[in-house]
């Protein structure tokens, strides 16, 4: 299974941007639909996920408030939408995949099958 992400770029803070992934494989009810980022010289962190079933999602403290999660199920396609970014956005965004279909697993990367190779967001003060 590959993910496919893209959307990432330059933005100035207070801008936005919308990222796109994609999985080679057709995304099942049962499955999760998750994006994490990793900035220079931090550990990788959750951002949001969403359920695929019925589109219920959850979001790291972070970023609540300026970040949704939607799929369109018949293009296959998860989307991270980004609002009033801040530089402290900047990081390399990944989409990953979980079998978990309890949102409760969402926040762990270790329950991600499979991932994506990540697109960089840059937001400049």
């Known amino acids: 299974v590959q993910l496919q992400a893209s959307g990432g770029g330059l933005v100035q803070a207070g801008g936005s941007l919308r990222l796109s992934c994609v999985p080679s494989v057709r995304t099942a009810s049962n499955h999760g639909m998750g994006w994490f980022r990793q900035a220079p010289g931090k550990e990788r962190e959750f951002v949001g996920a969403v359920r695929w079933r019925d589109g219920i999602t959850s979001f790291a403290d972070s970023v609540k408030g300026r970040v949704t999660i939607s799929r369109d199920t018949a293009k296959n396609t998860v989307y991270l939408q980004m609002n009033s970014l801040k530089p402290e956005d900047t990081a390399v965004y990944y989409c990953?995949?979980?079998?978990?279909?309890?949102?409760?697993?969402?926040?762990?990367?270790?329950?991600?099958?499979?991932w994506g190779q990540g697109t960089q967001v840059t937001v400049s003060s």
């Open positions: 990953a995949l979980t079998y978990y279909s309890d949102t409760y697993y969402y926040v762990d990367q270790k329950k991600y099958a499979y």
